[in-house]
């Protein structure tokens, strides 16, 4: 088997971060954690995920600044993104995906749905 992909989980809830490190770990993936956009940013930069998953609402910097920079940065652009957000309202998805990000989810979501979503996102089999 090749080498796990690394998601990156960026968030500043707690409980979020811990059932979302939990399940991807169970998953097979290595994680790694940040609990706002501007270590969002710094780990993104210093470990290169093959996935991150990006709450729009963080201190410091929102999803939508950090999935913008990320996007806009030649480097990184190839980051795969899959933004959660509790705004479920059209608005905000539309400015999510019109930044660059490649899924978005609305909280609550369904474990099942996420995995497949990441699993798809990465080019795994679901």
């Known amino acids: ?6 998601i990156l989980i960026a968030d500043d809830e707690p409980n979020i971060v811990i059932s979302l490190e939990f399940l991807m770990k169970r998953e097979g ?12 940013i710094a780990k993104i930069r210093s470990e290169s995920p093959d996935l991150v998953l990006l709450d729009v609402m963080m201190p410091k910097k929102s999803g939508f600044d950090v999935c913008q920079e990320v996007k806009g940065d030649p480097a990184l652009a190839g980051t795969r993104i899959l933004m959660l957000t509790a705004k479920g309202r059209d608005t905000e998805m539309a400015k ?11 909280k609550p979501f369904s474990t099942k749905d996420l995995v497949a979503q ?8 679901v």
Not at 1 to 6: G, Q
């Open 96 to 106: 999510g995906m019109a930044l660059g990000a490649d899924a978005y989810m609305t």
């Open 29 to 40: 993936f290595k994680v790694s954690i940040a609990v706002d956009g501007e270590e969002a």
């Open 1 to 6: 088997m090749t080498d796990a992909k690394t």
């Open 118 to 125: 990441v699993r798809q996102l990465l080019g795994l089999d």
